[in-house]
């Protein structure tokens, strides 16, 4: 296996954007991000196809949504309770929701996504507000597909405008991601603590 050819990396990328997506859903420490930038800096360089990393990104980023709603809907808000640290946990989950009542369900769960650590609080917390899952899915797809093209797209523009090489690229590419969503979530941060 040559690291250093860039369709060895985008064979790889193929068969792992979807779990490490997923998983990244419940870990968010995970690199998930930093893969699906990577597979649109190949995209760039004719190396990956720019459609399927998309499709790839987008299915990874709905099925962990999806799995961890369907766990906090189901069952795993019940087990929560039994605990006291885990009971706190829900109580806290709880009063953000109390707090948010007056923001659009549908624009949270499509927006979140795009801060750390944001699919695990928007599956997690539609879970347990008990939102309808036919409509928890329809805003899932949607702002898993806008996740996916930002993030794919992130790779792309600066793989096709700096013609550096795809690692270069991913890490600029990443670097203007993490930028972008420390910026938001000071926007949002500040706005919340002027309403309240």
Do not use: N, Q
């Not at 987008?58 to 962990?64: E, R």
């Not at 640290?85 to 996504?113: C, D, F, M, N």
């Amino acid at each position: 296996m040559d690291f250093s050819d860039p369709t060895t990396w985008s064979t790889a990328l193929y068969w792992w954007i979807v779990p490490l997506v997923m998983a990244d859903t419940v870990f968010p420490p995970l690199p998930s991000e930093a893969l699906v930038v990577a597979a649109g800096a190949l995209a760039a360089e004719g190396h990956c196809s720019l459609p399927l990393a998309l499709a790839l990104a987008t299915l990874g980023s709905f099925l962990g949504e999806l799995v961890v709603f369907l766990l906090f809907k189901r069952r795993l808000a019940h087990l929560m309770d039994r605990w006291t640290l885990t009971s706190k946990i829900h109580a806290g989950i709880h009063r953000a929701l109390e707090r948010a009542g007056r923001t659009p369900t549908y624009g949270v769960i499509i927006g979140l996504r795009f801060l750390p650590g944001g699919r695990l609080a928007l599956s997690a917390g539609s879970g347990i507000a008990d939102v309808s899952t036919r409509s928890f899915v329809a805003c899932s797809l949607l702002g898993s597909l806008l996740w996916a093209a930002w993030s794919v797209g992130l790779g792309y523009v600066t793989g096709h405008t700096t013609r550096l090489p795809f690692w270069a690229s991913s890490l600029l590419g990443l670097a203007v991601g993490v930028l972008v969503g420390g910026v938001l979530g000071l926007i949002v941060t500040r706005r919340r603590r002027r309403s309240s």
